[in-house]
């Protein structure tokens, strides 16, 4: 049963609470115990509603990343009380990575438009927040050159020369390269789904590509492991190749 009057607080969040499968009454329910004008609550909630569940598990990953960033400048401030400048002030906290303030724009703008649609609040502030200048130039894309220098400077055999030519070979990003292993060799090509876009992606192994996998121990499954032995997870994976 939902106890609240109806369009109350107590209501909405009962509601939110029973309609993502979970108990309204509260018992074993983080959410119930939360202040329900907070920031913290309103992501809980959001983070438990289909439109959050819906997303794929590595775009939940993702947002998840900001929302606790989030959590630890404003979580117990209430969203009722934001405004245009709160949001803003907020971005600028990422200092000089406009790429990163963005993000934390477009989380913002999720999270209020959801407190409008429980009508919770009237207006959503951070739809009009100024976006920070992102570089005109985008990614840097290596070069013939830089490749053969990586290429120098890791030779044959090492774990990084075979990232290095996996990524080359079938464009894949770091959260496919993660995942890709023997059973993706189909006739000499190397057969996977897209996990970002569930596109399938298809490209044959060429010869730079055969020489490093040839030297993959006969008994391991995946092509890239970490150095105790396990699968990466595609971030970790990230990050080690940055370094």
């Avoid at 190397?190 to 992606?201: H, L, S, V």
């Avoid at 993959?216 to 370094?243: C, V, Y």
Wanted: proline share 5%.
């Amino acid at each position: 049963y939902l106890k609240g009057e109806y369009g109350s607080i107590q209501f909405i969040r009962e509601y939110e609470i029973a309609k993502s499968g979970r108990r309204p009454d509260g018992k074993d329910d983080k959410l119930s115990r939360l202040n329900p004008s907070t920031f913290r609550w309103l992501i809980q909630s959001y983070r438990a509603s289909p439109k959050f569940k819906n997303l794929r598990p590595a775009t939940q990953r993702h947002q998840g990343y900001d929302f606790e960033w989030i959590l630890r400048y404003i979580g117990d401030l209430p969203y009722s009380s934001f405004t245009i400048r709160h949001v803003e002030n907020l971005m600028q906290k990422k200092g000089d990575a406009p790429s990163a303030a963005n993000s934390i724009r477009k989380r913002m703008v999720a999270l209020l438009h959801y407190a409008v649609r429980l009508e919770l609040i009237a207006s959503n502030p951070a739809r009009a927040a100024e976006k920070h200048r992102e570089g005109d130039d985008g990614f840097y894309t290596w070069t013939d050159a830089d490749i053969e220098r990586f290429r120098s400077a890791y030779p044959s055999g090492t774990k990084e020369r075979l990232v290095l030519e996996l990524a080359l070979n079938t464009g894949a990003s770091c959260q496919d390269l993660a995942s890709m292993g023997r059973q993706s060799i189909e006739d000499g090509r190397i057969k996977y789904r897209r996990g970002k876009t569930e596109q399938d992606g298809d490209a044959r192994i060429e010869h730079d590509l055969a020489v490093e996998l040839d030297q993959i121990p006969a008994d391991q499954m995946l092509f890239i492991l970490n150095h105790h032995g396990h699968p990466f997870k595609p971030e970790a994976l990230s990050q080690w190749f940055t370094r």
